[in-house]
């Protein structure tokens, strides 16, 4: 059976002189691992459509253990992300977050969208790698149905002023009165707590549209980095390399 489907290039390991295994995230079925035969030959017509971070029209048959690649065109080449190594070490964090989350259905189709568009925002250097990454990791686990409950204080239902406490084990928010019954202190600022509801609810294209203190952002970085550690079941070996580099 042949399917033709987008998918954006997540992984590529080497086979032998000149094939590739590559890992794709595609709209409609999700996670997918193919064989591309050849790929690695610079006159192959795969050599680039099937390279890391490629988004490309693939042609695929379906084999007896993954799929084999037909023929793939390119569709986009985020050529900026391989310019910095902060950019491909975020490029590297989102693809393994990606890939561990292994989204299916709808939720593909989403994280496709939201990793498209982040790529696209590393190559152009116009947000701070900080920012795509907290973004990331917040909007791809509420995608993957781990939505944090933000409407306001889970204990007296105050929805704004002041500082709050955001817990990450458990996605739950405490005004600072609340917190300090339990004794926890504040770790979002008002800001920061306003990004974190526009980043979870906001309509896809807006996500990243919003701009806040670096303090707040720093904040905000903070929780969202171990809002996704929480929820996932491994470290990722790419984040403690990211973090070597984006200091
Ligand atoms: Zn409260």
Same mark, same amino acid.
């Given at each position: ?36 035969? !050849? ?7 795969? /050599? ?9 029209? /693939? ?27 902060? !950019? ?12 561990? @989350? ?9 994280? @496709? ?7 696209? @925002? ?73 990004? @974190? ?51």
């Amino acid at each position: 059976m042949q399917i033709v489907t987008p998918g954006l290039v997540l992984r590529e390991v080497k086979v032998g002189e000149s094939d590739r295994i590559i890992t794709l995230l595609t709209p409609k079925l999700g996670v997918i691992t193919a064989s591309a035969k !050849g790929s690695l030959r610079l006159k192959s017509k795969l /050599f680039s459509a099937c390279g890391l971070f490629c988004y490309s029209e /693939f042609t695929l048959f379906q084999g007896k253990t993954m799929y084999m690649v037909d023929d793939a065109q390119v569709k986009q080449v985020f050529f900026g992300v391989r310019e910095s190594i902060e !950019g491909t070490a975020l490029a590297m964090y989102l693809a393994e977050l990606t890939l561990t @989350l292994s989204p299916t259905g709808t939720e593909a189709a989403a994280l @496709l969208r939201l990793l498209l568009n982040s790529l696209y @925002l590393i190559g152009e250097g116009k947000k701070t790698p900080g920012q795509i990454k907290t973004v990331f990791e917040l909007r791809a686990l509420c995608e993957a149905g781990y939505m944090p409950a933000l409407i306001g204080c889970g204990a007296c239902g105050k929805y704004e002023g002041g500082p709050f406490y955001f817990n990450e084990a458990a996605g739950t928010l405490r005004c600072a009165d609340c917190a300090a019954k339990e004794g926890k202190a504040p770790n979002l600022d008002g800001a920061a707590l306003t990004a @974190l509801r526009h980043i979870a609810l906001v309509e896809d294209k807006k996500i990243f549209s919003f701009s806040i203190p670096p303090e707040s952002m720093e904040a905000l970085g903070r929780a969202a980095e171990h809002y996704a550690a929480h929820h996932l079941d491994k470290p990722l070996k790419t984040l403690d390399f990211l973090k070597t580099v984006l200091l």
